[in-house]
């Protein structure tokens, strides 16, 4: 069982920024390509970036250069910086990872974009 639990979400002006983070109950080299998602009102979840045990990092294009995801193995956590925020990134932002070949979420964490 892994547990994961994310913070930092809030309401904030476009063009400003926040940032994510997400506690893993287990090391953060056991879990493989940990990501954030985010989930829009009425819309399908949707990948926004993800960054594996070596360290590759991808992004999807709608975050490209505004978003920055890292990892603290020493803090076994996640995190997502997110710059230049617009209200279409409005939605809740969740962690993911797979462990043992089962993948675990995070109950997700709120970020409110206004305009």
């Known amino acids: 069982q892994v547990q994961l639990v994310e913070s930092g979400g809030g309401l904030v002006q476009a063009g400003g920024s926040l940032t994510l983070s997400c506690a893993a109950s287990k090391s953060i080299f056991s879990l493989n390509g940990m990501a954030w998602h985010r989930q829009a009102q009425g819309k399908q979840r949707e990948l926004v970036a993800v960054i594996t045990t070596t360290g590759l990092i991808n992004y999807a294009e709608f975050v490209k250069g505004r978003f920055t995801i890292s990892r603290s193995n020493a803090k076994n956590t996640l995190s997502l910086y997110m710059d230049n925020l617009k209200p279409e990134d409005t939605g809740v932002y969740y962690c993911?990872?797979?462990?043992?070949?089962?993948?675990?979420w995070g109950q997700g964490t709120q970020v409110t974009v206004s305009s």
């Open positions: 993911s990872g797979l462990y043992m070949g089962t993948q675990y």
